[in-house]
């Protein structure tokens, strides 16, 4: 098949993006739905704390989270100095829209 037979038919070309995007979508998630460990810690999630959520108020409303949220933290050294990265099981009390860094108890 020759790029450009791809080009001029639309048909085409829209369902080799969708098979596309469905691959790319495949191999983002069953790799973490499989992953025991980024479902560790479930039993440990507790409810925010009156002054938590306080706080978390205080760091939506000054706009922390643009920054300061999802961060990777790819190296050793990061996890030892800031502490674990967030994991699935730490997003059961989040509000719906907004996901904060260090959710996870």
Avoid: W
Avoid at 93 to 104: A, D, P
């Amino acid at each position: 098949m020759n790029h450009e037979a791809v080009e001029k038919s639309v048909g085409l070309l829209t369902v080799l993006i969708i098979i596309v995007i469905s691959v790319g979508g495949l191999v983002e998630i069953v790799p973490l739905a499989m992953n025991a460990y980024a479902k560790q810690g479930s039993e440990n999630i507790k409810p925010y704390r009156p002054l938590e959520l306080a706080g978390r108020d205080v760091y939506v409303s000054e706009g922390c989270y643009l920054c300061h949220s999802q961060q990777v933290r790819p190296f050793l050294s990061e996890t030892e100095r800031y502490g674990p990265y967030s994991l699935a099981a730490g997003m059961v009390f989040t509000l719906i829209g907004l996901v904060l860094l260090g959710q996870v108890a």
